[in-house]
């Protein structure tokens, strides 16, 4: 009994004495004292902490105070108290989960492109995965231009560490693509051409659980959502797409 009350929450004393109590039936605090061989001051203290937890009664007897197991209902009323409890709690770590799972965060306004870039950077490092669905507009890379050098050498360094830096184009970005991006092929881009029929109406970036969805600079916008399901879907379409392109290659003179 004293082990399987001290897995129901009881100290070891006070189930030590509870067992005591329930041994010698309703009594004073001496036959306690010798049952469980524990100081009386151990045994006083046992036994205000189960009156506490109102698993034991008290009652005065010729002066002196006279100690009852309480109804043994009080024992599953008190773990159906703390099943409650528990429940409540797990509640809201689900909801504090959920909000941790599913995130919005928008970066807008001049340096949108700048954080946004350095923010999926981070977590392209984290995940060991940087994927890029379609190029971003001549404005975008104008725009992004005097951040270009910074950019290029964290992903080069994030490619010493092992993180894939993978891109996809679509046949109608050929031109761009090469224009801005033929002196960083395969270093550290690795990008493929893929059919038009493919092509997403925006730009994507995807690493781990995140995505970001990419506006022209003409209206600078970074979306990032946080979500494990969207993130995969868009995983799975960046490798069928991938499977389907071509190595993008300098042009020879």
């Not at 689900?94 to 909000?99: G, I, N, P, S, Y």
């Amino acid at each position: 009994m004293i082990d399987t009350l001290i897995e129901l929450g009881f100290s070891r004393n006070d189930a030590i004495v509870y067992s005591a109590l329930v041994e010698a039936g309703p009594c004073f605090v001496a036959p306690l004292v010798r049952i469980t061989k524990k100081h009386r001051q151990v045994v006083y203290n046992a036994l205000t902490s189960l009156i506490e937890r109102h698993v034991v009664t008290v009652a005065e007897k010729n002066g002196k105070n006279f100690y009852s197991v309480a109804d043994s209902q009080r024992l599953l009323a008190d773990i159906k108290q703390k099943e409650v409890l528990a429940t409540s709690v797990v509640k809201l770590i689900e909801q504090k989960k959920k909000h941790a799972e599913e995130q919005v965060e928008v970066f807008a306004g001049s340096s949108s492109h700048e954080q946004g870039a350095a923010d999926f950077r981070r977590r392209a490092r984290e995940a060991k995965e940087y994927m890029v669905i379609r190029g971003e507009t001549k404005g975008w890379f104008e725009d992004f231009r005097p951040f270009y050098p910074e950019h290029i050498d964290e992903l080069r360094s994030m490619r010493r560490e092992g993180t894939g830096i993978s891109m996809i184009f679509f046949e109608y970005e050929r031109d761009i693509a090469l224009k801005f991006m033929g002196e960083y092929l395969g270093d550290p881009y690795i990008c493929k051409i893929a059919p038009d029929e493919y092509k997403l109406p925006h730009t994507a970036w995807i690493a781990g659980d995140h995505i970001y969805f990419v506006t022209p600079a003409i209206d600078p916008l970074v979306i990032h959502i946080k979500s494990k399901p969207l993130a995969t879907q868009y995983k799975e379409f960046f490798w069928k797409v991938w499977k389907k392109g071509e190595i993008l290659k300098k042009r020879t003179k």
